[in-house]
């Protein structure tokens, strides 16, 4: 049986201290744990890592059919193509981040950048931007510190619209949200990120199980 292949990427500039990335390997070790074959994980840390910021060529690229640019700016769209080729490997993809400012931190918006990429993750057409990726299980990993994703809200969402849409143009409809929200009211944050990754994990997880075993038969 071929390994399950996982691309996890974090987003905190916390390191150790990053809840979103406990509550991210919580996950994991839950995944990893049930899904019945070996998982190979490629991780990318864009908290201690952070990527550059995009470039003029990069920019310009954008603007032209993919073999143009790479003709146009050779060498230049490096970024881009290791982190699209990362994301084309992954049967299943873990973002573990957490909310700033209402919606996802700097460090994860870089990568978004770099991954939309035109004619190369997604198209134009008459009817809009359309995905150029096979679509995978994806599973955001949220934390934040004040009351998000409460019903009425506390506080107002671009969180989770703005990864269904941006995930969305370049093919990846088939997303789930796990949250840990309310962190800075625990006295123990960690506990509590733990707590709330099992309470996720009973009710959530044998749904994503079904979604990655179903993706990898159909390929
Ligand atoms: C720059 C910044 C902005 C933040 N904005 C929000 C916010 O809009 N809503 C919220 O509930 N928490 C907000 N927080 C709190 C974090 O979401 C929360 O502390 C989270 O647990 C941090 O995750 P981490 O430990 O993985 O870095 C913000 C934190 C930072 C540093």
């Known amino acids: ?18 809840t979103s990335s406990e509550f991210g390997r919580h996950l994991l070790s839950a995944i990893t744990a049930h ?27 954008l603007l032209l059919p993919a073999e143009e ?20 490997a992954a049967d ?7 909310v700033h400012n209402f919606t996802v931190p700097a460090t994860l918006k870089a990568w978004i950048d770099y991954v939309v990429r035109y004619d ?12 150029l990726l096979h679509d995978r299980p994806t599973l955001i990993a949220v934390t934040s510190g004040g009351a998000m994703f409460s019903d009425p809200p506390a506080q107002p969402d671009f969180f989770r619209p703005y990864l269904r849409a ?16 309310g962190l800075t009211f625990s006295s123990e944050p960690f506990a509590e990120v ?3 990754a099992c309470a996720w994990t009973e009710s959530h997880l044998d749904q994503l199980l079904r979604a990655v075993g179903g993706k990898l038969l159909s390929q």
């Open 69 to 88: 640019g790479r003709a146009r700016f050779p060498g230049q769209l490096g970024v881009s193509d290791l982190l699209i080729a990362e994301l084309e």
């Open 166 to 181: 941006v995930l969305g143009v370049i093919g990846l409809h088939d997303v789930t949200f796990a949250q840990s929200p």
């Open 35 to 61: 899904i019945g074959r070996e998982v190979r994980i490629t991780e990318r840390n864009l908290g201690s890592e952070p990527l550059p910021p995009i470039s003029a060529a990069y920019a310009e690229s």
């Open 194 to 196: 733990e707590r709330q």
């Open 92 to 98: 299943l993809l873990v973002i573990a981040t957490p």
């Open 120 to 131: 190369v993750t997604f198209k134009y057409t008459p009817e809009g931007k359309v995905g």
């Open 1 to 18: 049986m071929n390994a399950l292949r996982l691309l996890l990427i974090e987003c905190s500039p916390r390191g150790d201290k990053a």
